[in-house]
Structures are given as structure tokens and as C-alpha cells.
């Protein structure tokens, strides 16, 4: 049993995993700074065989046209094969990067225009948007799947943070396919 969870919500990287439902991964493929049109079909056609479980994507906060495509696939894919789909936050899926993480840990990546998405690990499911320059973490540790130029940050793994990240996924509701909305932070 496999599920087939898709991230297009950075600037800089698309990743897809196939991983079993208890979040083992099973296969992935991270696309470092190339279009999300060019690298996420190549991707896909790979995967999809592996694909019999669910379908998980992450619906944001991310870049507009990145977090659209990911929804787009996921849920062509989900309605082709008769899968449920899930949905989960882009800073979830980093803090299911960190064994570790507590709930008071920073979790943060790229918004791009001098702007950082952050939340605490215990609330990464509602992020807000700051500046990189009015970010301060106070003492707590940060972690994030994307180069952020700040100082001690811990890198987490994007495609086993997405891996793990589908035991939370499958643990809601699937998506309610009709009224899907990505999540756009102010």
C-alpha cells in the first residue's frame, strides 16, 4: 500500500514521494530550480504506478503558481484512479521532517521578497508572514527545508519530512474535492 504525496510549494524545489501509510519512505525525487511545468509531469510518470493508496499534497503557503500545479495534479490523479486525496500545510511538513521537534520550535521557509512563512512547530498549520530581517527566533530552534540565510537554522530532509508527513495527512478528513482552496498567507 502506497501514497503518492506531492510538494510544489517552494520556490526552488517540486518534491513527490511515494511512502507507505505509516510514512516509511519508499521512493522520491526532489527537483532542485527548474520549473515546476518542466520537472513535475517527468516526475509523476514515474511514480504513478507505485500509486495505490492516496494521494497527499501540500496546499501551502507557498509560491501561487507552484502550490495551483501541485492541487491540480493531485487531484487529477486522485479523481483518474479513485483515490482520496488529503491535504496538509508546507511548514506541517517540514516540523514532520524533525523527530525531535517541539512544540516551541521555529519552523520556517522561503516567501520570497525578503519574506519568511513562520510558525511554531505546535501551530504549523497557521503560519504567518514576516520579514527575514524582523524574524527573530529567540533562542528556539529553527528548522526548514529551504536556504533561508538565517544563522543556525537545522535542514530537514524535504522528502523524508514528506514522507513522514502522510501519517498526518491520513489521519483527516480526505479533501472535499469540490471546494479545494490552496492557502495564501498575508
Request: hydrophobic share 45%; with cysteine.
Amino acid at each position: 500500500m502506497s501514497v503518492l504525496a506531492i510538494d510544489t510549494s517552494s520556490r526552488s524545489r517540486v518534491v513527490c514521494v511515494l511512502a507507505s501509510v505509516t510514512g516509511e519512505l519508499l521512493d522520491a525525487e526532489v527537483i532542485r530550480d527548474q520549473p515546476v511545468s518542466a520537472s513535475l509531469p517527468r516526475i509523476l510518470g514515474r511514480m504513478l504506478a507505485g500509486t495505490d493508496t492516496a494521494v497527499v499534497v501540500v496546499s501551502g503557503p507557498g509560491t501561487y503558481t507552484g502550490v495551483r500545479a501541485g492541487m491540480a495534479s493531485a487531484l487529477g490523479i486522485a479523481d483518474a484512479r479513485h483515490l482520496p486525496l488529503y491535504g496538509l500545510g508546507s511548514l506541517e511538513v517540514v516540523a514532520s521532517g524533525d523527530q525531535n521537534a517541539g512544540a516551541d520550535d521555529w519552523i520556517i521557509s522561503d516567501a520570497g521578497r525578503g519574506a519568511l512563512y513562520v510558525a511554531r512547530a505546535g501551530g504549523a498549520a497557521h503560519p504567518s508572514r514576516v520579514l527575514v530581517d524582523g524574524f527573530d527566533a529567540g533562542g528556539a530552534r529553527v528548522l526548514s527545508s529551504d536556504s533561508t540565510g538565517i544563522a543556525g537554522v537545522v535542514r530537514v530532509d524535504p522528502a523524508r519530512a514528506l514522507a513522514s508527513a502522510v501519517t498526518l495527512a491520513l489521519s483527516r478528513p480526505p479533501l472535499d474535492r469540490a471546494g479545494l482552496t490552496a492557502l495564501y498567507v498575508d
